[in-house]
Structures are given as structure tokens and as C-alpha cells.
């Protein structure tokens, strides 16, 4: 990403994991479809659980929604299409996108992207909206999350 002048950060404080599960309903109710969500942060910060307030946002079941580290891709029908990734158990370096298949999830046009261990993510081609999400924070400690609109 060379371009930064349409990069505009948000920064929230999160107190509590309810904090984060509202950031999330808020990113959810913003969506239009097709966009590509990069959720960066360590174990514990919050990925899952924001991402679950984006999927009740989209008026899905968020008791179905969890950290899909084992199988990498969760697909939802909820409001649109969403899929779900962890490249968490992906080693570092590798092509990630190809492992989980993102040429073929993004051939779903309207579907919603999001992608817990982002950092892990290798370069790709794209032409769609990316909203960056970085979770700081772990433990009972507040979070820091900013919301960063790369595209
Ligand atoms: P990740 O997917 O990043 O590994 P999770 O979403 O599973 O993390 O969340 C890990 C823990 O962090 C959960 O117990 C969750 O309740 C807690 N948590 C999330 N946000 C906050 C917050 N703002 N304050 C305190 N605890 C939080
Ligand atoms: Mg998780």
C-alpha cells in the first residue's frame, strides 16, 4: 500500500468486552458488501469476539460465530455472504491467500471478507474495500482499536 491519502485512522478505547463487541455491531451496520476486513492483533485481543458484533450487525446467529482455526474458513449467510478466516496455524511467509482459497471467496462479489491474523496475509490483487482493524491489548486491560480505511 503505497497510496496514503485516503487513509483516515479512527482509534477507539474498548473498556470492556462489550466495548468491543459494539465496535463491531458499529463496523457491521457500515457495510455494504464486498468489503475485505483485516483484523491484526495477538491472541486474546478481540478479533473473534468484534468479529461476532459484526455478524449480529448482519443480523446473523453470533452463537455460530468462532475463531475458525482449525478449518480457516467459516462461511455465514447473514445480511451477505460473510466468510470467516484465521490464517492463525498458517506459517508465516507462505502464501496464505492461496491456502484459504481467496481468488475463489472473492469471486463472491457482494460477500463480506474477514480475516483474523492479518499480518499473516500475503500480497494480493484486489480491487476491493479494505478496512484495516488493529486490536492492542490483552488480558482484562481496555483495548486499543483502530479502524484504518486503506481503500
Ligand atoms: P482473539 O480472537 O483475538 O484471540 P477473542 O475475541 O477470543 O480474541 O477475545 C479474547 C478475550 O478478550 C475474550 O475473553 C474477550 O471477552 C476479551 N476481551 C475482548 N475485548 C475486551 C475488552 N475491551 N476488555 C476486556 N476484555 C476484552
Ligand atoms: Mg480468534
Same mark, same amino acid.
Given at each position: 500500500m503505497t497510496q496514503n491519502s485516503k487513509l483516515k485512522t479512527q482509534n477507539y478505547i474498548c473498556k470492556t468486552p462489550e466495548d468491543t463487541f459494539d465496535l463491531g455491531e458499529s463496523i457491521g451496520n457500515s457495510l455494504n458488501g464486498g468489503e475485505i476486513i483485516l483484523l491484526k492483533g !495477538? =491472541?486474546?485481543?478481540g478479533k473473534t469476539l468484534l468479529t461476532k458484533g459484526i455478524l449480529f450487525a448482519l443480523e446473523? *446467529?453470533? *452463537?455460530?460465530? !468462532? +475463531?475458525? +482455526?482449525? !478449518? =480457516?474458513v467459516n462461511l455465514y449467510e447473514a445480511k451477505f455472504n460473510v466468510f470467516h478466516i484465521d490464517l492463525w496455524r498458517l506459517e508465516d511467509g507462505g502464501n496464505t491467500a492461496f491456502a484459504v482459497g481467496l481468488d475463489e471467496i472473492l469471486e463472491d462479489e457482494n460477500a463480506v471478507v474477514i480475516i483474523e491474523w492479518a499480518e499473516k496475509l500475503n500480497e494480493f490483487e484486489t480491487d476491493r474495500k479494505i478496512i484495516e482493524v488493529r486490536l492492542k491489548g490483552d488480558g482484562d486491560d481496555r483495548r486499543e482499536i483502530s479502524i484504518t480505511n486503506l481503500t
Open positions: !495477538t =491472541l486474546g485481543a446473523f *446467529d453470533i *452463537d455460530e460465530v !468462532t +475463531s475458525p +482455526s482449525f !478449518t =480457516l
